[in-house]
Nanobody
Framework: QVQLVESGGGLVQAGGSLRLSCTASGRPFSTYAMGWFRQAPGKERALVSV????????YYADSVKGRFTITRDNAKNMVYLDMNNLKPEDTAVYYCAKDRLPWGTAIPSGRDFDWGQGTQVIVSS
């Protein structure tokens, strides 16, 4: 099975930026829709963003729309989440996610994802 590995988390000041990266061992994910979830302390894991298998379409949760950008480079087997104008409310463990079925769109409904181990993002005031 594919193993997703996230990196790029850290401690930043409010208003700062981070780029999270995701790659995978095992079979490549170039034919799968990919996404990012996050889980804040004491809260349920929530969907942040999805990108279609080809990268042609994206989805963003309202809370991050206009601030976060999801991209992918299938040739490098990489997915990124560029986070700008970070807020303390963005503090969470961020998880890379892979759709369980290939050729997926960016529409998140009716989809099941597998997750990596996560990378911590802490945004201070």
């Amino acid at each position: 099975q594919v193993q997703l590995v996230e990196s790029g988390g850290g401690l930043v000041q409010a208003g700062g930026s981070l780029r999270l990266s995701c790659t995978a061992s095992g079979r490549p994910f170039s034919t799968y829709a990919m996404g990012w979830f996050r889980q804040a302390p004491g809260k349920e894991r929530a969907l942040v963003s999805v990108i279609s298998w080809s990268g042609s379409d994206t989805y963003y949760a309202d809370s991050v729309k206009g601030r976060f950008t999801i991209t992918r480079d299938n040739a490098k087997n990489m997915v990124y989440l560029d986070m700008n104008n970070l807020k303390p409310e963005d503090t969470a463990v961020y998880y890379c996610a892979k759709d369980r079925l290939p050729w997926g769109t960016a529409i998140p409904s009716g989809r099941d994802f597998d997750w990596g181990q996560g990378t911590q993002v802490i945004v201070s005031s």
